[in-house]
């Protein structure tokens, strides 16, 4: 790479890692310019695009030429699996680990990366293996292929594989393998632009976010208090730690203000805190013989005292989903931080993959009820998310639900939100799965209704079995 462009880059401001500043070409050529190399696929994506002007009543102004720039700039240095992203949208509640999962209908507005780059990201897990992830930089999606997918479903009768579900109106959940809100969309604007087409086709959406950049005025212009949710992924408020291990986001700061704009702005918004971190090593709060060598160790990373910040900033629920770490994120969060997470899963007795760490599911239960008491003590909603840890979770957890409807809360929130990925029959789940045998875990509830008596069986508060055994340890009262 050459001297100059590493002086084209600004430096490192706000917890913000820079992205790549790229060439832009003027719009007008001069009488001196020299003729601009091929570009075959900005070529390409300009006249589907024209063709599309023409078909749909979406009039789309957006400025193709992003696409042309980044052409240009890795013609000598290709990106790996080319400068756009296909298949944006995606359905995978067939997948044994989210089969429960309201919001399983996925877009992403950019791919292959992120630059926020935790370090215990999944899809960093994935992506790097197969040489994708941030190499070298993320991409944005095919918009076209967007603007057909809307177009065909709600313009025309044509066939559309994914007809069936959008005209049911199942909520979109923007953002999982990428964020689509990092700092580069304001140089790109693919998710602007997507945020109008949902406006245009009164789309419902869930976003999820680690960025403060949906609480900019030009993004918060384009959200609808109908369409959209927004949840604010916020695992720490340590902005510290935030740095090793989430070193391209930004500070948990900058997304709790946030958080309370559109709070207060008449959004419905939430924290998730997900993935949460273990505070003492497995058992310390539950296990009666829970015995450890010297001083026990001690996580300042998620916190039991979070649930007053989160009520600080005006937002009214909060979503946990205690994590599981594969063995690649445990190397990258060890090297980041300096301290050996492992110390604090008992992997010998909580075996329930190869590569994963899980916590031990009655040391969950006290995070979980702890959380739920201090959302009650400032009058917040609050829920789980199950994701990563079995299905049986979500079954045994749901008595903590403020929303026995909805493990996200947004029913009853959002006017939009009617329907939900879980009502989509395992059948038509497997046409959107390369997975094609797969099969459903528990065929009696898949698709049973979540607010029934039966279906909320509360278990015994763990919270209370500590205050009243002295040998299992406690935090101190509030």
């Given at each position: 790479?050459?001297?100059?462009?590493?002086?084209l880059?600004?430096?490192?401001?706000?917890?913000?890692?820079?992205?790549?500043?790229?060439?832009?070409?003027?719009?007008?050529?001069?009488?001196?310019?020299?003729?601009?190399?091929?570009?075959?696929?900005?070529?390409?994506l300009?006249g589907?695009?024209?063709?599309?002007?023409?078909?749909?009543k979406?009039?789309?102004?957006?400025?193709?030429?992003v696409?042309?720039?980044?052409?240009?700039?890795y013609?000598?240095?290709?990106?790996?699996?080319?400068?756009?992203k296909?298949?944006?949208?995606?359905?995978?509640?067939?997948?044994?680990?989210?089969?429960?999962?309201?919001?399983?209908?996925?877009?992403?507005?950019?791919?292959?990366?992120?630059?926020?780059?935790?370090?215990?990201?999944?899809?960093?897990?994935?992506?790097?293996?197969?040489?994708?992830?941030?190499?070298?930089?993320?991409?944005?999606?095919?918009?076209?292929?967007?603007?057909?997918?809307?177009?065909?479903?709600?313009e025309?009768?044509?066939?559309?594989?994914?007809?069936?579900?959008?005209?049911?109106?199942?909520p979109?959940?923007?953002?999982?393998?990428?964020d689509?809100?990092?700092?580069?969309?304001?140089?790109?604007?693919?998710?602007?632009?997507?945020?109008?087409?949902?406006?245009?086709?009164?789309?419902?959406?869930?976003?999820?976010?680690?960025?403060?950049?949906?609480?900019?005025?030009?993004?918060?212009?384009?959200?609808?208090?109908?369409?959209?949710?927004?949840?604010?992924?916020?695992?720490?408020?340590?902005?510290?730690?935030?740095?090793?291990?989430?070193?391209?986001?930004?500070?948990?700061?900058?997304?709790?203000?946030?958080?309370?704009?559109?709070?207060?702005?008449?959004?419905?918004?939430?924290?998730?805190i997900?993935?949460?971190?273990?505070?003492?090593?497995?058992?310390?709060?539950?296990?009666?013989?829970?015995?450890?060598?010297?001083?026990?160790?001690?996580?300042?990373?998620?916190?039991?005292?979070?649930?007053?910040?989160v009520a600080?900033?005006?937002?009214?629920?909060?979503?946990a989903?205690?994590g599981?770490?594969?063995?690649?994120?445990?190397?990258?969060?060890?090297?980041a931080?300096?301290?050996?997470?492992?110390?604090?899963?008992?992997?010998?007795?909580?075996?329930?993959?190869?590569?994963?760490?899980?916590f031990?599911?009655?040391?969950?239960?006290?995070?979980y009820?702890?959380?739920?008491?201090?959302?009650?003590?400032?009058?917040?909603?609050?829920?789980?998310?199950?994701?990563?840890?079995?299905?049986?979770?979500?079954?045994?957890?749901?008595d903590?639900?403020?929303?026995?409807?909805?493990?996200?809360?947004?029913?009853?929130?959002?006017?939009?939100?009617?329907?939900?990925?879980?009502e989509?029959?395992?059948?038509?789940?497997?046409?959107?799965?390369?997975?094609?045998?797969?099969?459903?875990i528990?065929?009696?509830?898949?698709?049973?209704?979540?607010?029934?008596?039966?279906?909320?069986?509360?278990?015994?508060?763990?919270?209370?079995?500590?205050?009243?055994?002295?040998?299992?340890?406690?935090?101190?009262?509030?």
């Open positions: 790479m050459s001297d100059h462009f590493h002086e880059q600004p430096k490192p401001k706000n917890n913000i890692i820079p992205f790549p500043i790229l060439a832009s070409e003027p719009k007008t050529k001069r009488a001196n310019d020299k003729p601009l190399p091929p570009t075959p696929i900005y070529d390409e300009i589907e695009a024209a063709k599309l002007n023409k078909l749909s979406y009039r789309c102004d957006f400025d193709y030429t696409y042309r720039d980044l052409e240009l700039r013609k000598q240095s290709p990106i790996r699996g080319g400068i756009v296909s298949n944006p949208i995606k359905l995978v509640n067939s997948h044994a680990t989210c089969q429960q999962c309201l919001y399983a209908f996925e877009i992403d507005t950019y791919g292959r990366g992120c630059t926020h780059n935790c370090t215990y990201c999944y899809a960093k897990a994935e992506l790097t293996v197969h040489g994708y992830w941030n190499n070298p930089i993320p991409v944005p999606v095919d918009l076209n292929e967007i603007r057909k997918i809307f177009y065909t479903v709600f025309t009768k044509k066939a559309s594989k994914w007809r069936e579900i959008m005209e049911r109106k199942i979109l959940r923007v953002g999982c393998m990428s689509s809100f990092m700092w580069m969309d304001t140089k790109y604007k693919v998710t602007q632009e997507f945020l109008k087409l949902l406006n245009f086709y009164q789309y419902p959406y869930t976003i999820i976010t680690h960025s403060d950049l949906i609480g900019r005025d030009d993004y918060i212009a384009l959200l609808r208090k109908d369409l959209c949710s927004v949840q604010f992924s916020i695992p720490s408020t340590n902005d510290g730690l935030n740095k090793l291990l989430e070193p391209g986001a930004p500070s948990a700061k900058r997304r709790l203000v946030a958080a309370k704009k559109l709070s207060q702005a008449g959004f419905w918004t939430a924290v998730r997900n993935p949460m971190f273990p505070i003492y090593p497995d058992g310390y709060f539950t296990n009666p013989n829970f015995k450890w060598d010297g001083a026990v160790p001690k996580l300042e990373y998620s916190s039991f005292e979070m649930v007053d910040e600080d900033s005006s937002c009214k629920s909060i979503i989903g205690f599981r770490f594969s063995a690649f994120a445990m190397n990258n969060m060890t090297r931080t300096g301290m050996d997470l492992r110390q604090f899963f008992n992997k010998a007795e909580v075996y329930k993959s190869r590569r994963d760490y899980h031990s599911e009655t040391e969950i239960r006290y995070y009820e702890e959380l739920k008491r201090r959302c009650n003590k400032r009058d917040l909603d609050f829920t789980v998310c199950y994701i990563g840890n079995g299905e049986d979770q979500f079954w045994k957890h749901q903590l639900w403020s929303n026995k409807t909805d493990c996200c809360n947004i029913k009853g929130k959002v006017r939009s939100f009617e329907t939900d990925s879980r989509i029959s395992f059948e038509q789940r497997l046409k959107f799965s390369t997975k094609k045998t797969a099969t459903p528990d065929p009696d509830r898949l698709h049973v209704p979540l607010d029934t008596r039966e279906n909320i069986k509360p278990l015994n508060s763990l919270s209370q079995l500590s205050k009243g055994d002295s040998s299992i340890h406690s935090e101190p009262p509030l």
